[in-house]
């Protein structure tokens, strides 16, 4: 079991920033993907960002150069690092990790709204 807790959304305007973070407690040893999505009402939600232990494995098209994904081990905790904030990027973002067993386990979400 793994016990994930996220932080660090909220409304910030065009071209801001803001972190993600989301912290892991648990069976974290046998974490292998640690992911970011987000999801709009309506809409599927989206696969942002995925990391493993030998780096990042994944970055979606419209937020490259923008948000970056990274982990503190000491820390077990995940981030998102998103930068020049775009209104389309509004939506309910979502940590997610993958243990080595193929279970996976996902946070609350927290609300990221990006507007003037």
């Known amino acids: 079991q793994v016990q994930l807790v996220e932080s660090g959304g909220g409304l910030v305007q065009p071209g801001g920033s803001l972190r993600l973070s989301c912290a892991a407690s648990?069976?974290?040893?046998?974490?292998?993907?640690m992911r970011w999505y987000r999801q709009v009402p309506g809409k599927q939600r989206e696969l942002v960002a995925a990391?493993?232990?030998?780096?990042?494995?994944y970055q979606l098209d419209s937020v490259k150069g923008r948000f970056t994904i990274s982990r503190n081990n000491a820390k077990n905790t995940v981030y998102l690092q998103m930068n020049s904030l775009k209104p389309e990027d509004t939506a309910v973002y979502y940590c997610?990790?993958?243990?080595?067993?193929?279970?996976?386990?996902w946070g609350q979400g927290t609300q990221v709204t990006v507007s003037s």
């Open positions: 648990g069976s974290i040893f046998s974490i292998n993907f």
């Open positions: 990391m493993n232990g030998g780096g990042i494995t």
């Open positions: 997610n990790v993958e243990l080595w067993s193929g279970n996976d386990y």
